[in-house]
């Protein structure tokens, strides 16, 4: 990364404001505070915070505790550094500053609201991992024999499963989700999408009932209010609302007939 | 629960409860509630003819065998169990549509802001007219000079209730057109996003004619006139008592004529 002292010859400065709170119990020190850090070619929102870190000082000029976040990838691809930027969901990796503030704009930056906050811009996405589990979004192989080689896939099926198999549980759909709250159990687009693509899977294919039963219960895709938000914040452009129209058809088939079935 | 017992599920069991109640609260606003709308709609348009065809057809459904049944069963308990689950979801959206502005994220909001109107709006309209029935408070033929006196009454030249029963027929026919397309979606009829844009489209064209068919008999109790009379004149000939005729009666001339151009 180039040093402070080649760049600050730009002039050029970035000006952050951020929502901090200190830790989850601590409601009372939620603020905002405003930055204003070195601009470094492509830089994004990640690097942007780690100028902040390396002289955490407000424009007020007054020190503080460095901003802390989640990051691992820094290529959109792992889904940790999701937050609100400028008020829509996003990954700070590929948060342009070029893009945001071409004008040296201010860039306001938030914690997404759909998780407990663990501090600053890091939240807990727990219960997306818990979603996951209430819709068995796996595939059963316990491994205490040998199974063969698997089905057969044709090329046609894999590239309808390759989309819908991009996703990185960053969490932008749910924090999109209207459905998806406290007053809810919605498993959320993510999780219906994922109980689409191992339903689609040869071998997932043969838990497809269980699947559906998850879905079929509380928060499941009953829950889904059709405000389409997820699919346009969807980073890895997966084709959610249709993945939420064929788990609510099969949910239907499954309501209507499954019964008559057994 | 172990995986056999998930995938033999009875038709209404257990675990299902949260999604048997969706889909009924999701059947009830199409039928009967929605359904009953659009023939309420229907039939009130015989007012446009005068009194006594709208008199007729009001006694035709108060002398329905078992219309105490029908009226509870068939309508005001879905209406309550829609409208009570419907208050529930429209607590319960975390809405979003300053920050996402699309016009999905825009139906879904007005789809519960709609309902919560149209639940004030039913209130106020089955107080005025069935619960006064109910009552004794109201026979059935004053229905028509009553509805065209509170319609017509206006403020600063201002029909009020006229003008609340447009909106309230707005806000309920947004909510029922574009109820059907969520019912389409959320039910699996609609699963690719042009048989989505499709339905949108139908679902559309049918809401704005439900919502004239429906605005127009309020605005002709509110003004004496129709819209086509506003258009292409009264049409005379037909000695069916009219809303012009009740109000001259009564010495109430106030708003007679077109005030909503
Ligand atoms: C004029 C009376 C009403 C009619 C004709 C009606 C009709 C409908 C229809 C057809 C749906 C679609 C169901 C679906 O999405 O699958 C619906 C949904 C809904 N209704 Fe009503 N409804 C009425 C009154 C109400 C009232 C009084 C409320 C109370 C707030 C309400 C709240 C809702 C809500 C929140 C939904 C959304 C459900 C969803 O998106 O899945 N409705 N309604
Ligand atoms: S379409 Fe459904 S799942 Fe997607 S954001 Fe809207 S309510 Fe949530
Ligand atoms: S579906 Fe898209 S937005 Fe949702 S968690 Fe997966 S990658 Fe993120
Ligand atoms: S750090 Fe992995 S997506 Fe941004």
């Not at chain 1, 002039?11 to 952050?16: A, E, S």
């Not at chain 1, 691809?77 to 829509?88: E, F, H, L, P, S």
């Not at chain 1, 819709?135 to 309808?160: F, M, N, Y």
């Amino acid at each position: 990364m180039a040093n402070s002292d080649t760049t600050k010859g730009t002039g050029r400065l970035v000006h952050l404001r951020v929502k901090r709170q200190d830790s989850p119990d601590l409601p009372e020190t939620r603020r905002w505070e405003e930055f204003k850090v070195p601009y470094l070619p492509q830089m994004n929102i990640i690097s942007a915070l780690q100028q902040v870190q390396k002289e955490p000082r407000t424009v007020d000029g007054k020190d503080v505790a460095p901003v802390v976040w989640e990051s691992s990838c820094l290529e959109e691809v792992c889904g940790a550094c999701t937050m609100v930027i400028n008020g829509r969901v996003r990954q700070a990796c590929s948060a342009l500053v070029d893009q945001i503030a071409p004008n040296g704009e201010v860039i306001q930056v938030e914690p997404m609201t759909k998780f407990p906050l663990v501090r600053d811009l890091i939240v807990d996405r727990e219960r997306m991992f818990q979603d996951m589990k209430k819709v068995k979004a796996w595939i059963d192989i316990d491994g205490t024999h040998e199974l063969g080689p698997g089905p057969r896939e044709s090329p046609e099926a894999q590239q309808e499963r390759y989309p819908l198999s991009r996703c990185m549980t960053c969490g932008c759909c749910v924090e999109a989700c209207p459905q998806y709250n406290d007053s809810t159990q919605f498993v959320g687009p993510f999780a219906l999408n994922l109980v689409r693509l191992f339903n689609m899977h040869p071998s997932g294919a043969l838990h497809k009932n269980a699947r559906l039963e998850t879905v079929m219960g509380e928060g499941g895709v009953q829950d889904c209010g059709k405000s389409q938000n997820c699919v346009e914040v969807c980073p890895k452009e997966i084709p959610l609302v249709d993945s939420i129209a064929q788990v609510s058809r099969d949910a239907t088939k499954r309501l209507l007939f499954g019964w008559l079935l057994k | 629960m172990s995986e056999a017992a998930l995938a033999d599920q009875s038709l209404f069991a257990q675990n299902r409860r949260a999604f048997l109640l969706r889909k009924l609260h999701s059947l009830t606003g199409v039928a009967p509630v929605g359904a009953f709308m659009v023939f309420h709609l229907w039939t009130n348009a015989k007012a446009l003819q005068g009194q006594e065809p709208f008199d007729k057809a009001v006694a035709e459904i108060t002398h329905t065998p078992y219309l105490a049944i029908a009226e509870w069963g068939l309508i005001l308990l879905p209406l309550l169990f829609h409208a009570g689950y419907g208050v529930k979801l429209a607590l319960d959206a975390k809405y979003n549509v300053s920050k996402y502005k699309t016009t999905r994220n825009w139906a879904f909001t007005l789809q519960r802001v709609t309902g919560l109107l149209a639940f004030a709006f039913i209130a106020f309209h089955l107080y005025e007219y069935w619960g006064k029935k109910l009552t004794g408070k109201l026979a059935p033929e004053q229905f028509y000079p009553a509805l065209c006196q509170n319609m017509s009454a206006t403020v600063k030249g201002i029909p009020v209730v006229g003008l609340l029963y447009v909106l309230g027929i707005a806000a309920s026919v947004f909510h029922f057109a574009n109820g059907l397309w969520g019912f389409c979606f959320s039910w699996g009829v609609t699963v690719s996003r042009r048989s989505q844009q499709m339905a949108a489209a139908v679902f559309g064209v049918l809401g704005v004619a439900i919502f004239l068919l429906g605005a127009n008999t309020a605005i002709y109790f509110a003004t004496g006139s129709s819209v086509q009379d506003m258009i292409f004149g009264k049409k005379g000939g037909s000695d069916a008592r009219t809303c012009v005729d009740i109000l001259q009666q009564t010495q109430k001339p106030a708003s007679v004529g077109p005030v909503i151009d």
